[in-house]
């Protein structure tokens, strides 16, 4: 069964400063997508970012990048400066060779500190 | 282009009420699906949709029902509400390649 863990239910970041939240994933599949989602205290799910299995470059959107390690199955999110709006919960999660259907994690509450 | 749209966004049900929270998309995406999320977890899949007329269940589909019968509308159907169910709702469609779009969310509770 696919599986989605991470381990850190919660982070503190210095302003400006980078930060890596930790994904590591399960599944038998070959073909897989890999997905970053915020969401702030509004509720609403933010997307941030996406890694394809075969992807050889690790993605990068912004200030925000994926660290992709396919043999450990870890896909990082790392943040890079970051800021006072980027304190909210973070979500890893999966989705299947079908497509369409998402994994998540529990999430990781990011708190960035002036 | 509206994306994806959810109503009510509050609802308060007594305990055995029925009620169908709506979503709607204007994308024209096959794929769409019903997640809930309880305080302090991520987001678990109810039921999908891979088309009009096709539906199939998640990971915790008891307790509801959906069906598709148009490429916009896939309706979530509580049959009789139980406090179990109190949750945030949300619905997702999906375009290509590998987009997935949220809607606001529906937050539900039951008493």
């Known amino acids: 069964a696919q599986k989605i863990t991470q381990t850190q239910p919660g982070m503190f970041v210095q302003e400006k400063e980078a930060v890596t939240l930790d994904c590591t994933y399960d599944?038998?599949?070959?073909?897989?997508?890999l997905f970053w989602y915020k969401q702030p205290s509004s509720g609403e799910m933010i997307f941030l970012i996406y890694?394809?299995?075969?992807?050889?470059q690790n993605a990068t959107e912004g200030r925000y990048s994926l660290n992709f390690q396919k043999a450990r199955k870890s896909a990082n999110l790392v943040i890079s400066a970051s800021q006072l709006g980027d304190s909210a919960m973070y979500f890893c999660?999966?989705?299947?060779?079908?497509?369409?259907?998402?994994?998540f994690g529990q999430g990781t509450e990011l708190s960035v500190k002036p | 282009n509206a994306g994806v749209t959810q109503t009510p966004k509050f609802q308060v049900l007594k305990t055995g009420q029925s009620m169908t929270l709506q979503c709607a998309q204007d994308?024209?995406?096959?794929?769409m699906s019903w997640y809930r999320q309880d305080p302090g977890m991520g987001l678990r899949l109810i039921h999908y949709?891979?088309?009009?007329?096709?539906?199939d269940q998640g990971e915790v589909p008891n307790g509801y029902n959906v069906s598709r019968s148009t490429t916009e509308d896939f309706p979530l159907r509580l049959l009789s509400a139980a406090p179990s169910q109190t949750s945030v709702y949300f619905c997702?469609?999906?375009?290509?390649?590998?987009?997935?779009?949220f809607g606001p969310g529906t937050r539900l509770t039951v008493t």
């Open positions: 949709s891979v088309g009009a007329g096709i539906t």
């Open positions: 999660a999966m989705e299947d060779n079908q497509g369409g259907k998402l994994i």
């Open positions: 890694q394809g299995s075969y992807d050889e």
């Open positions: 994308m024209n995406h096959e794929y």
């Open positions: 997702a469609s999906t375009g290509r390649p590998y987009e997935q779009y």
């Open positions: 599944t038998s599949d070959q073909s897989y997508g």
